[in-house]
């Protein structure tokens, strides 16, 4: 009979410590990645805010995985907008997967349209599991940064 | 039912049978009408049904979590496509209603076309289909 509590007792402990662990699991808001850092950079790779039309934006983006813990490597998608007041010109993607604690980094290439007017432009970079047509959530806050293209 | 001695007969008649079968039907009926109400879902809709290139198209949407119980402060993410062509990607947040907007302006080379805008959340899904046209 004392043996029966006891291992009652220590699977009451076990499964407070899995209740715990999947509570740790995701960060206080619920998404289990975070962006680190978004840089654009010209096509040789140097940091820049200005891009001439008919040249590519290249937007690195440094993501993490900020779960405690994780059975297998998690799937992402990075997908990043570009914008000119609420009209989408251009946007890039890519897929991975990332174990806990694990950081990956990238860098889609958006091109910026001859015909695309001058002045102040918006990166917009989203972590999701897919898709939204194919049932794709979201996994990270939204990352924003502004940049200016010149004739 | 019939008693006889200390044994009980119950006796079960084509009528029974189709009485049960009557009730099955009903309770399934009424459970197709009631699960909507009852699940999560998502109400999708754009504010107009035909845009031509350059126009604002306007994204709304509710999301419940089932009891009709609004989903709250959740993310939702957004596509909008025309066959293979993807016109406005987001991602919002629900307000304490469970609503939440988009809106984009369509390029002016937005070809004419049968537009859709996906808005997907943790616990449902919406469609909602718009014509661009010249």
Sequence with gaps: MRIRGRAILISSIGLLLLAAATIMRTSANGYKFQIVSVVLQTEDGLPSTSFARGHIVVVNVTLRNIMAYTYEAEPYMVVVRMTYGTTMYGFGAFKGSLLAGEEANAAPGIYIPTGAPTGSYKIKVFVWSNWPRFGGEALADPYELTFTVTP | ?134
Aim: hydrophobic share 45%; charged share 20%; net charge negative.
């Design chain 2, 1 to 134: 039912m019939q008693a006889k001695g200390d044994e009980v007969v119950i006796t079960i008649t084509w009528v029974h049978i189709a009485i049960a079968a009557v009730a099955v039907v009903v309770a399934l009926a009424l459970w197709s009408l009631a699960a909507p109400l009852l699940g999560p879902g998502m109400r999708l809709s754009t504010n107009r049904q035909e845009y031509r290139p350059g126009e604002e198209v306007v994204l709304e949407g509710w999301v419940t979590e089932g009891f009709l119980k609004p989903l709250a402060s959740a993310p939702v993410v957004i596509e909008v496509r025309g066959g293979e062509e993807l016109v406005w990607i987001d991602q919002v947040t629900t307000d304490g209603n469970g609503h939440f907007t988009s809106s984009f302006r369509l390029r002016e080379d937005t070809r004419d076309g049968i537009y859709e805008a996906f808005a997907n959340t943790e616990v449902a899904m919406g469609v909602a289909r718009f014509t661009v046209r010249r």
